[in-house]
């Protein structure tokens, strides 16, 4: 749990409140840790895209709790300012007793300060239940990797009026619950900032548009280590920032660019 060096939850929601961007990355081990924390990463996501970028599965649903907890050990142990959160993967919520329990875990065992859930609906009652665990809770809407069978693919999501419209309802229904914080993946822009406008915990958008609260990137796409057709709503900030720049630097490049808002570009955006 968050101790007085690191930033707290109440912290982050206040960035918004202040208009302050947050920059999010993620990581899954300690050197690349160090990096994050030298380049001033606000939020630092154990994220379950460990499954594709370290464990080459070609989506996130192989991932378990056990390979969660371990990761996010690593990264504990090297964290120092930044806030952590976990995601919970797939299956480690289906009733609200594994939940709690994995919930605990993560906390407990994988240090964290923060666990992410994906959707709404069904996963409310466990939202709540953790939230009244004293754990806090990030949400995920629009494009849910770890429902990507039922979506049918890594499509745009909430392009359609009524889409659009339950995701604005399930933003508030995930801040209601008591989350304090909620990821956006692959949403139209202008979604982006209707939900950033219809609640007060801060949105950390990828592919959502420039309007949400903060930023996120797979830390592989911002360093171009990501084989094959980078996402469109990433950038390589190590090539871009040409020979001789390290690692350190191309994340500074990126905090800079979420905080200064030169970071998302239009041509990172979905209509
Ligand atoms: O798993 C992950 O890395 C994520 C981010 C892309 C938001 O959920």
Redesign the pocket.
């Known amino acids: 749990m968050n101790n007085p060096q690191t930033l707290s939850v109440e912290a982050v929601v206040e960035m918004k409140q202040n208009g302050e961007k947050i920059a999010?990355l993620?990581a899954y081990d300690a050197s690349m840790t160090r990096h994050l924390e030298a380049a001033g990463v606000d939020v630092i996501?154990?994220?379950?895209?460990?499954?594709m970028?370290v464990q080459g599965h070609d989506s996130?649903l192989p991932v378990t709790i056990d390979d969660m907890i371990y990761h996010c050990r690593l990264v504990a142990r090297a964290r120092e300012h930044a806030l952590l959160a976990v995601?919970m993967p797939y299956h480690s919520y289906s009733t609200v007793e594994t939940a709690l329990a994995n919930a605990r875990r993560l906390i407990t065992e994988g240090g964290a300060d923060m666990v992410?859930l994906?959707g709404a609906d069904t996963v409310l009652e466990a939202i709540r239940a953790i939230v009244a665990e004293g754990i806090p809770v990030c949400g995920?809407l629009g494009l849910l990797?770890q429902s990507i069978e039922e979506l049918g693919g890594y499509k745009v999501q909430g392009r359609e009026q009524a889409a659009a419209d339950k995701m604005v309802a399930d933003a508030q229904a995930l801040q209601a619950a008591g989350a304090r914080m909620m990821?956006l993946?692959c949403i139209p822009s202008t979604l982006g900032r209707r939900i950033s406008e219809a609640v007060t915990i801060p949105t950390?958008g990828?592919g959502a548009g420039p309007d949400c609260d903060g930023q996120?990137?797979?830390l592989y796409d911002l360093l171009g280590l990501t084989p094959g057709k980078r996402p469109k709503f990433s950038k390589d900030f190590l090539t871009e920032m040409g020979k001789g720049k390290g690692i350190t630097e191309a994340v500074r490049a990126y905090v800079e660019a979420v905080k200064n808002g030169t970071f998302p570009a239009p041509e990172h955006g979905f209509q």
Do not use: A
Request: charged residues 20%.
């Open positions: 999010v993620t996501l154990v994220g379950d895209s460990l499954g970028v996130t995601d992410k994906e995920h990797p990821v993946e950390i990828i996120v990137l797979v």
